[in-house]
């Protein structure tokens, strides 16, 4: 039996860490942590998937391209390109980002914004000085350089001062528009408010044999393994890849999600 409830797209999530379980470096500076082998890994799972999803912290910090230019020729385009999903509350991608310009030049697709559906933007949006009208011209500038905005209510956060998407009706959302698998990358923030839901059918760590410091960037970490069970670890290149699934779930890693 499937563990999936099937309102929402098979989930993976999966990052790279540091021995000392640091996702990127002092102030987010961006590392590549993953060795060339495990990476050419996270690129074919990348294949494997409907949709790549990021948060826009991420977005803003390391300009991702999300697509899956380390496989080995003939053609890297000639692989399934995810769909790039951004989780973005208040519209603050760059209509200059990768993604879009990608889109653009035809060699990426359609990159999808999920934000929050703002019924009285002064109140309920964060940002400085942000109101109904600079919210709408943001929104249109990114509709013009390609991206489709899919807005979603907004939930408060758990200390009831902030807003936030909430993860369970961001994936049924993006399942009712054909979203069967997605992917979800990081960063910090996504990746502990997908642990804390228990959303992931399947977990991937890639952990690089290697010390980021105390600066460095982590996520909160589950204090027990939730609803995932260990299925195993592989040695690729330099790194260890550890992967669990759904406890109830016999699936392990077949290819097709
Ligand atoms: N080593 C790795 O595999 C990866 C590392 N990274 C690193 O992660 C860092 C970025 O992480 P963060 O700043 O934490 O940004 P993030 O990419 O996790 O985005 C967080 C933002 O998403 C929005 N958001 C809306 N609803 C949310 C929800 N329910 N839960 C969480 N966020 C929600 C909020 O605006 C929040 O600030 C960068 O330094 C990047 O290099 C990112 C991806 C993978
Ligand atoms: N698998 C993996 N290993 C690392 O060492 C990483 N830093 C990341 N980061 C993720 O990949 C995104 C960059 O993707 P592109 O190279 O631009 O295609 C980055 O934004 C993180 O989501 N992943």
Same mark, same amino acid.
Not at 21 to 34: F, T, V
Not at 124 to 130: E, F, G, I, Q, V
Not at 196 to 222: M, R, W
């Given at each position: 039996m499937s563990p999936t409830p099937p309102k929402r797209p098979h989930t993976t999530l999966t990052f790279a860490q540091s021995l000392? $379980?640091?996702? /990127?470096? /002092?102030?987010?500076?961006?590392?590549?942590?993953?060795?060339e082998e495990s990476m050419i890994m996270t690129h074919w799972m990348r294949t494997m998937h409907d949709g790549i999803l990021i948060g826009i912290g991420t977005a803003l910090n390391d300009?991702?391209?999300?697509?899956?230019?380390?496989?080995?020729?003939?053609? $890297?385009?000639?692989y399934h390109l995810p769909r790039p999903i951004i989780i973005d509350t208040y519209l603050r991608?760059?209509?200059?980002c990768k993604l879009l310009l990608n889109y653009q030049n035809k060699v990426g697709r359609r990159p999808w914004v999920v934000c929050g559906h703002v019924a009285a933007p002064s109140t309920h949006?964060?940002?400085? $000085?942000?109101?109904a009208e600079t919210r709408l011209l943001r929104k249109q500038a990114l509709e013009a350089a390609g991206a489709r905005i899919i807005e979603i209510p907004m939930t408060p956060t758990a200390d009831g001062i902030g807003t936030r998407l909430s993860i369970p009706s961001v994936l049924q959302t993006l399942k009712e528009l054909g979203i069967s698998s997605v992917m979800v990358e990081g960063g910090a923030q996504i990746i502990s408010s997908f642990m804390e839901e228990n959303t992931a059918d399947t977990l991937i760590i890639t952990i690089a044999p290697t010390f980021v410091g105390a600066s460095g960037v982590a996520y909160n970490c589950i204090t027990e393994a939730g609803n995932l069970k260990y299925m195993g670890t592989m040695a690729i290149g330099k790194d260890s890849v550890f992967t669990f699934c759904h406890k109830d779930s016999n699936i392990f890693y077949q290819g097709h999600f």
């Amino acid at each position: 039996m499937s563990p999936t409830p099937p309102k929402r797209p098979h989930t993976t999530l999966t990052f790279a860490q540091s021995l000392d $379980a640091k996702i /990127a470096g /002092a102030e987010g500076r961006q590392l590549i942590l993953s060795g060339e082998e495990s990476m050419i890994m996270t690129h074919w799972m990348r294949t494997m998937h409907d949709g790549i999803l990021i948060g826009i912290g991420t977005a803003l910090n390391d300009d991702p391209q999300l697509n899956v230019r380390k496989l080995p020729p003939p053609n $890297a385009m000639s692989y399934h390109l995810p769909r790039p999903i951004i989780i973005d509350t208040y519209l603050r991608l760059p209509p200059t980002c990768k993604l879009l310009l990608n889109y653009q030049n035809k060699v990426g697709r359609r990159p999808w914004v999920v934000c929050g559906h703002v019924a009285a933007p002064s109140t309920h949006s964060r940002l400085p $000085a942000d109101t109904a009208e600079t919210r709408l011209l943001r929104k249109q500038a990114l509709e013009a350089a390609g991206a489709r905005i899919i807005e979603i209510p907004m939930t408060p956060t758990a200390d009831g001062i902030g807003t936030r998407l909430s993860i369970p009706s961001v994936l049924q959302t993006l399942k009712e528009l054909g979203i069967s698998s997605v992917m979800v990358e990081g960063g910090a923030q996504i990746i502990s408010s997908f642990m804390e839901e228990n959303t992931a059918d399947t977990l991937i760590i890639t952990i690089a044999p290697t010390f980021v410091g105390a600066s460095g960037v982590a996520y909160n970490c589950i204090t027990e393994a939730g609803n995932l069970k260990y299925m195993g670890t592989m040695a690729i290149g330099k790194d260890s890849v550890f992967t669990f699934c759904h406890k109830d779930s016999n699936i392990f890693y077949q290819g097709h999600f």
